[in-house]
């Protein structure tokens, strides 16, 4: 028999018998599982984090802010500036409308839904030019504000998640009110957690006087961002920075994405030592029950790496078992799920889905792997040491 | 006493499974014990917050602004004690992933008002004395290596100054510490400096919040009702919370994320705890038979049960013990992340809940086989052999 035959034989008789140890190599399995489940669902919480904030981000947007603001909400530009902006080369028009859009950025407390406290629910206020800037936004119910009113249109995640925003009801924040007229989806960016109303009637309502907090332009095509990004900046009149929109988006997911993804890595690596234990122990008992039949290969002259690779082969198997298993219950269990948090740039509220993707899946199976080839080793070799005569005599 | 030589014996027939049992609960407590700290650092340390103190904040929305007027208006209501106030002022140090808080407050009343917050008299007086002193948390100047003495600019996001830049310059003159649960990572700087210093048209005469001591914490809800129907039908409305509340949405804002995960790892934890039991257990059905022979011997049920209990009563406190004290010792030597997780501490009760969790590990690993073993019949075990 060929070295590769024999190491294929024995792993196969080693699988084949793991239903005889059924009790033990079930604590590998959902030790290694439970690691996969808490890895993929809590980074699956930070995928789904940033791809809300980055879907909300087009290559052909930039948005403009005043010198030194990192985000909208403690940007200002006043109303002549923004008008300048608007007039900068490399823009996208609609006609004789420039694509450029000069909007504000505020919060509005009202009740979340699922705990019934107030929450800071994002209100932008928007001009005529910005649904021409983001063309990815789609009413999906009811109609367009009109603009010099206070009429507003609500995004899907918003509607979903505060109280009292469905098409048809009355938003009273102060001695303000607002009409809710339409819904809108946005591709389930953070956008959609907005309420967006006429930036000119959110002046008044807020004491803004003419300003705005960002102007957020469409490009001709992303090959013109240096050419309108020089414009700004040269420009005496303006103090003003320019970002692409898809890295503000991005700067603004760091803090949580990375809360969450070093929180999920350390407990996933505390649990990891711990499954890594467990599956030790499961193959240190198959290979003690196995002594004899181990021995029994041996002598009839099967070599002692086929020993070894059945051992660690059996590990595996029984590894990448529970990945597959803690990979679909986090799949089925939490992608699409639907929750909301707060983003600590701007203290607004985001609402947002899991997202289990291929890739994490990929990784958790591949810790999966890890775990079981770390847990197999020790047995694999201590299968291997077997001396024959001794333990053919065990019990 | 003298079984335990027996005890141990038993306890270490087969060592690999002993080691790797004792290994393995010893990481579940240790992460029990980590994820309890996270939890409380998701509810941001509203067991501290006062119920005697109350926010008075903007009924629209907190960063709106309101009038410094409010002050005395609100002082001169009966039954409370001190006000002051704060407002946020969003300081950037070097990089804007750096995230703290800086708030523009009164030195005094504002720290007077949180006893909790433990600060040397002597750097009180070097604050009066600098209009552009700041104060900071331990755990911030830790992470940033300032001391006192040293002169720190930070980028102003929201406010600039009359001249137009956004360049703020601060002098360290005191670190706070304070009781566990309190926010270490705060940097506190006096509000007549940013009023006086900042530009046009950036809210010169408002403030950001009031806190608001009142004098009899059982009447918060009717002092909050006062104070909110004072300022009614004013162009700036507000809304009266107790600190707790406040904390409390705040925390139930960033929501679901704190729950959800710990949600999935005490479920997974259990599962754990739930298959190391099991482990323990098979460990003494193995023994059936030899439990047989001790009974022949005369050992008593009771006593059996005792041995048995014993044996994996040691495993659990061992394990679970040593998961627990290391689980404290990382956590009191402060948060890995550096300013992220705060406040980061392993709460009292959550160690308790550990120790009982300890406990019931201990008995129901050892309980089940063990009565098991206590009711069978010696023949029929010492057949099975």
Not at chain 1, 234 to 244: A, D, F, I, K, T
Not at chain 2, 100 to 117: D, H, K, L, R
Not at chain 2, 183 to 209: I, S
Not at chain 2, 324 to 334: D, E, K, M, N, Q
Request: glycine share 10%; proline share 4%.
């Amino acid at each position: 028999m060929s070295f590769f035959t024999q190491v294929f034989a024995v792993s196969w008789l080693s699988l084949r018998t793991i239903p005889q140890r059924l009790g033990s190599s079930a604590v590998a399995v959902v030790g290694i599982a439970g690691v996969v489940i808490v890895f993929v669902a809590v980074l699956s919480m930070a995928q789904g984090f940033y791809a809300a904030m980055t879907a909300a981000g087009s290559p052909d947007r930039a948005i403009v802010m005043r010198s030194g603001a990192d985000d909208e909400m403690t940007s200002g530009i006043g109303g002549p500036e923004a008008d300048i902006i608007k007039q900068a080369p490399g823009l996208r028009h609609e006609g004789a409308l420039p694509l450029a859009a000069a909007e504000l950025f505020v919060l509005i407390d009202l009740p979340k839904l699922s705990t019934g406290t107030p929450a800071n629910v994002p209100m932008r206020g928007v001009d005529p030019a910005s649904f021409g800037v983001r063309e990815e936004a789609k009413l999906v119910e009811g109609r367009m504000l009109r603009f010099g009113t206070n009429e507003v249109v609500v995004g899907r995640a918003a509607a979903r998640s505060y109280a009292g925003l469905t098409v048809g009801s009355e938003i009273k924040a102060g001695q303000n009110s607002w009409l809710v007229v339409g819904m809108f989806e946005s591709r389930g960016s953070v956008a959609e957690t907005e309420i967006w109303c006429d930036a000119r009637f959110l002046q008044g309502a807020y004491r803004r006087g003419n300003s705005f907090q960002s102007v957020r332009a469409r490009l001709e095509s992303p090959q013109t961002y240096g050419q309108f990004k020089d414009w700004l900046t040269s420009n005496p009149q303006l103090n003003v920075s320019v970002r692409p929109e898809l890295e503000y988006y991005m700067a603004q997911s760091v803090t949580l994405t990375r809360l969450i993804r070093s929180v999920g890595f350390a407990i996933a690596l505390l649990m990891g030592i711990g499954a890594v234990f467990g599956a030790i122990l499961t193959m240190y008992t198959a290979v003690s029950t196995r002594t004899r039949e181990i021995a029994t290969l041996r002598a009839l002259g099967f070599n002692t790496a086929s020993v070894l690779v059945s051992v660690l082969a059996e590990s595996f198997g029984l590894a990448a078992l529970g990945g597959a298993l803690g990979g679909l219950i986090a799949y089925v269990g939490f992608n699409g799920y639907q929750t909301s948090t707060m983003n600590w740039q701007s203290f607004s509220q985001v609402a947002f889905a899991f997202a289990v993707t291929p890739g994490l899946l990929a990784q958790g199976l591949g810790y999966a792997l890890v775990m079981g080839l770390i847990g197999g080793l020790l047995p694999a070799v201590r299968a291997a040491r077997l001396p024959i005569s001794s333990a053919l005599r065990e019990l | 006493m003298k079984f335990l030589p027996l005890v141990w014996r038993s306890l270490w027939r087969r060592k690999v499974r002993t080691t790797f049992t004792l290994l393995s609960i010893f990481i579940a407590f240790l992460l029990f014990g980590v994820l309890m700290t996270i939890r409380s650092t998701f509810s941001m340390g509203v067991d501290l917050a006062g119920l005697d103190r109350l926010m008075v904040i903007h009924k629209i929305s907190i960063i709106m602004p309101l009038p410094v007027s409010y002050q005395a208006q609100l002082r001169s209501v009966p039954g409370v004690e001190t006000v002051t106030h704060n407002t946020w002022f969003g300081g950037v140090y070097q990089d804007p992933t750096n995230f703290f808080s800086t708030i523009a407050t009164e030195p005094e009343p504002y720290f007077s008002m949180y006893p909790e917050i433990h600060i040397p008299p002597e750097q009180m007086k070097a604050w009066a004395a600098d209009k552009q002193g700041a104060v900071v948390g331990v755990d911030l100047a830790k992470r940033f290596g300032w001391k006192v003495g040293d002169r720190v600019p930070l980028k102003g996001t929201i406010y600039r100054k009359k001249n137009g830049s956004d360049a703020w310059e601060f002098n360290i003159v005191g670190l706070y510490d304070g009781e566990p649960g309190v926010d270490k990572t705060g940097f506190f700087f006096r509000y007549d400096y940013l009023d006086e210093a900042r530009g046009p048209g950036t809210g010169a005469g408002t403030v950001g919040w009031y806190v608001v001591k009142i004098k009899d914490a059982s009447k918060s809800k009717e002092m909050a009702s006062t104070f909110d129907s004072m300022f009614a039908n004013s162009s700036s409305e507000t809304n009266t919370t107790t600190e707790k509340g406040f904390i409390d949405g705040f925390a139930k804002q960033v929501g679901d994320i704190g729950s959800i995960m710990i949600a999935i790892l005490v479920a997974v934890l259990f599962t754990i705890l739930l298959v190391v039991g099991n482990t323990m257990a098979q460990a003494v059905r193995e023994r059936t038979s030899e439990l047989a022979v001790l009974k022949t011997l005369g050992f008593s049920n009771g006593l059996i049960l005792t041995l048995v209990l014993a044996e994996s009563m040691f495993v659990a406190v061992v394990g679970g013990g040593l998961g627990l004290f290391v689980a404290w010792a990382i956590v009191s030597r402060g948060d890995p992340t550096g300013g992220l997780l705060t406040p980061f501490v392993l709460p009292q009760r959550d160690l308790l809940v550990g120790i009982g969790l300890i406990a019931a590990v201990g008995v129901a690993a050892g309980l089940m086989p063990a009565t098991g073993a206590m009711r069978i019949k010696i023949t029929d075990a010492l057949r099975k052999a």
